[in-house]
């Protein structure tokens, strides 16, 4: 059947993994832009960073809720009723976005405080994450965008829309950061003001072509805005713990980042330039992920469960094939790729050094995450998060003992990143084959 051929994932995939490529340009471009000014700058940006793209996941975990609930409701022919749910989904996320912002502006300097130990990479923290959180809003309208076409199986307009935001980036990042063009010299604020405004750009483009598409009629977008407790719930229901998961998630990188920066702000700036590195290796995993978890949930609406495992095995193939591929390019040309990010020499030989412990873990996580994804598919998120919490505590509790107590170097430090992959595969898979998900 066209659901589990080869053709039909990659054809929902591609799109996003395009996009994710541009998407992952922001970071790259941001990362080799800093790269030119100071270590202290470098390891800054990682931790306001991941910081910021904690409190991002919360929109990012909402967002699969939004996902599932589309693809269940076109696999069931009932495409008229997805505009209901994006309604819905901006009836909660807009005070919920503007009740972050406030909080966090409030109480995100306070927070660093108590984390980072080096007062220059927390002055430089604070003003790169006070800057970046002033975009959020648009961080999480464009989340609930790519998620509508995700859903109904249209992903190649999001390719597009995420490659002019990072040309939009690149242009803003040279002005900024250094004072081109006549600009003020902002350094690393100027970097995440750049990516605020890109995002902003972003949403006009997918707003404006989601009311002007005329195929697009038939979901009743913008249209009957009207509330439905009932479909308030069944969002909420599938949406909140995959909000919570995805914190946990992201939330427990940022401890990892806390961590390394106890080795030093050396290893801080390394593991910025890691961080990048390994998210390149992973752009493949983000279509795939969303490929697997929008055929697992439209194979359920149309009352074809089974069809879920040789999903899985199909897009679990071709994510590990396709992260190989990607570090295979790095390792043969590694002076190329570290130049990219810096031509500071006391970060190039490290760098160097820290890269096959990030293509170990890459893989592994890359396709754990995969396996994770087709649980959130099934619509038992609660369950995922769950799985999520488990993995979590484990990684947290090996990182933590790695940096204090074992004296772990930041190559070894950098291979946990694995065993959470791994732990995260094996309950996902265990809980599938348990097939207790398909009663329900």
């Not at 071709?318 to 043969?332: D, K, M, N, Q, Y």
Request: aromatic share 14%.
């Amino acid at each position: 059947m066209i659901l589990i051929k080869f053709r039909r994932i990659w054809e929902i995939a591609y799109p996003i993994v395009i996009g994710s490529i541009a998407q992952n340009l922001l970071s790259v471009t941001d990362t080799a832009f800093i790269g030119r000014l100071d270590e202290v700058s470098l390891g800054a940006t990682a931790l306001g960073g991941v910081f910021y793209v904690s409190v991002m996941m919360l929109g990012l975990g909402f967002s699969i809720g939004i996902q599932v609930i589309v693809a269940r409701r076109r696999g069931e022919g009932r495409s008229d009723s997805i505009g209901q749910v994006l309604h819905h989904a901006l009836y909660f996320m807009i005070p919920f976005v503007l009740l972050l912002w406030m909080l966090f502006r409030k109480t995100g300097s306070d927070i660093l405080s108590l984390l980072v130990r080096s007062p220059d990479v927390l002055e430089a923290t604070i003003d790169f994450f006070d800057m970046r959180i002033t975009g959020i809003l648009f961080g999480f309208m464009l989340y609930v965008c790519q998620a509508f076409f995700v859903g109904i199986a249209q992903t190649k307009f999001i390719s597009y829309v995420t490659g002019l935001m990072v040309v939009v980036n690149i242009v803003l990042d040279w002005v900024m950061i250094f004072g081109h063009a006549g600009f003020e010299t902002m350094g690393i604020r100027g970097a995440a003001l750049a990516s605020v405004i890109s995002e902003a750009v972003a949403v006009v483009v997918y707003v404006t072509y989601i009311y002007r598409r005329q195929n697009f009629r038939q979901y009743r977008i913008f249209r009957k805005l009207r509330y439905v407790p009932a479909e308030m719930r069944n969002l909420l229901k599938i949406s909140v713990p995959a909000s919570l998961q995805n914190f946990l998630s992201v939330a427990s990188w940022f401890i990892f980042f806390i961590m390394v920066e106890k080795l030093g702000e050396q290893a801080l700036a390394v593991s910025n330039i890691g961080r990048s590195l390994y998210m390149l290796f992973l752009l493949p995993v983000w279509g795939f992920a969303s490929a697997v978890n929008s055929l697992v949930s439209y194979s359920i609406g149309c009352r074809k469960p089974l069809l879920t495992f040789p999903i899985i095995g199909k897009v679990t193939a071709l994510t590990a094939v396709s992260i190989i591929v990607l570090e295979a390019f790095a390792f043969v040309f590694s002076d190329f790729v570290t130049a990219i990010y810096t031509d500071i020499p006391s970060l190039i030989e490290p760098t160097k050094n820290v890269m096959p412990a990030i293509c170990i873990s890459a893989l592994v996580f890359g396709t754990g995450f995969v396996c994770f994804n087709a649980v959130s598919g099934t619509g038992n998120t609660h369950i995922a998060l769950m799985l999520e919490i488990i993995a979590t505590l484990i990684y947290l509790v090996i990182t933590v003992l790695a940096v204090d107590s074992w004296g772990w170097g930041i190559i070894y430090v950098w291979l946990v990143d694995g065993i959470y992959g791994v732990v995260m595969a094996a309950f996902s898979l265990a809980y599938l084959f348990a097939g207790t998900w398909m009663k329900k």
